[in-house]
């Protein structure tokens, strides 16, 4: 199993970044697929998870209303959609599959290798 994110990079704040995870090696379509962020010298924290079939959505207080995550199960793939983004959201980014749907908890099954957001102010 193979979970490539990509898509981060250096941004001012207010402005947009995509994130994508391409998944590889399992069944995308049963799999609740969420991501995660990691500052430095901060745990780990839940960002926004989305369903594998009903596409229901969870995010963190955090980012609610500023980022959406979205998936195509045709293309085995989890975007997350980072708009007005904050010093505060500077972080590597993680996107993780769970088997039997998302959650906001850590229990995920499978962790891609993150990518780096820069939030400039």
């Known amino acids: 199993v193979q979970l490539q994110a990509y898509g981060g990079g250096l941004v001012q704040a207010g402005g947009s970044l995509r994130l994508s995870c391409a998944a590889s090696g399992l069944a995308f379509r049963n799999y609740g697929m969420g991501w995660f962020r990691q500052a430095p010298e901060k745990v780990r924290e839940f960002v926004a998870a989305i369903d594998r079939s009903d596409y229901i959505t969870y995010y963190a207080d955090s980012v609610k209303g500023r980022f959406t995550i979205s998936r195509d199960n045709a293309k085995n793939t989890v975007y997350l959609q980072m708009n007005s983004l904050k010093p505060e959201d500077m972080a590597v980014y993680f996107c993780?599959?769970?088997?039997?749907?998302?959650?906001?908890?850590?229990?995920?099954?499978?962790w891609g290798q993150g990518t780096q957001v820069t939030v400039s102010s």
């Open positions: 993780a599959a769970r088997v039997g749907g998302a959650g906001t908890g850590n229990d995920y099954h499978y």
